[in-house]
């Protein structure tokens, strides 16, 4: 079997498992059966956000598995963000450090900036998405995202980040960072499934060493009322994801996963339920072939179901959708 997808090299050297768990809309008890469901599953990697305000109960659970000896500091892959509040490089360290301290760890394995535009800092670090009086996100009058990265940079050389990488970039912002940068980003987090394949991001992100990770991997259906039309396909449902789960006996979930795993990018797929999290690690056993790839490929059906970020900022240099 295909073992060599079951982790990623990044440019940097690092592996990362190439499949992690998701936690975003994850509330903190929920976080925790999850995090333990997926630590005894063999998962090793967590994908986290101060933005998701779970890190502490994360870190309740890695010390419980860290202290009973379950699991080693060092055998673990533990990626969270920088919130679009704390992006004025003053306060970058802060932010990482109050990240660190919630998750209970000296260091993270990989700290994303969440989203290429900044927003105002009032001071209150709970409110993670100002408004204005027109409910768009409220943008401070400067804002300079190299210096952001720059001060990102200093948190490698500080030993407080394994890694560094950038979330719901477009190419030419990647390009920009990896112009200047003195540690390159190792990845791009963005949306990606059977309806939004990212195939020119992916092939121009790979010419600069940079991988991608999927977030929305089966297609978010978890995701609020508020960003969902009605008229949105659903990947679980898809009849060729369908048909192709059937013929290996397996779920659409586990499916739209090694479809993802095989185009050569890392996924993340989000679950709080014990036997999802146990089912979802399990694409590891059987392989698509290409024909089945091809034919996913050519779902016709192209939607972003994460575009309204790019609706908050419309007025921002840096929107990047
Ligand atoms: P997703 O992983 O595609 O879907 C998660 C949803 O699918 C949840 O509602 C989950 O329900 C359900 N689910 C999981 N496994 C299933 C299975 N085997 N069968 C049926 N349903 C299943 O979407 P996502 O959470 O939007 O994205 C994944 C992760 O990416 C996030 O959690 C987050 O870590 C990251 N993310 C990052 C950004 C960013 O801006 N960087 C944005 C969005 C997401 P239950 O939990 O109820 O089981």
Redesign the pocket.
Known sequence: MDDSLTSVKLSNGLQVPALGL?????PKEEVKT?VRAALDAGYRHL???YN?KNEDAIGEVLQEYIKSGKVKREDLYIVT?LPMIHMEPKLVKRSIEMSLKKLQLDYVDLY?I??PVTLSYDGDDENTFPRTEDGKWKIPEKSDLLETWKAMEELVDLGLTKSLGV??FSISQVERICKIGKHKPVTN???C?IYWPQNELLEACKKLGVTITA?????????PDRIKKEDDPI??EEPIIQKIAKKYGK????VLLRNLLQRGMIV??????PE??Q??IKVFDFNLTKEEMDEIGGINVKRSF?NF?GNMCENHQERPF
């Open positions: 998701g936690t975003w809309q994850s999850a994908d986290t956000a998701y963000k994303l969440h989203f979330s719901n987090q963005v949306e499934h977030y929305a991997p089966i297609g978010s259906p978890g995701r990947a679980m779920t659409p979930a586990q993340i797929p989000k679950s709080v339920t999802r999290i089912s979802n994460f970020m």
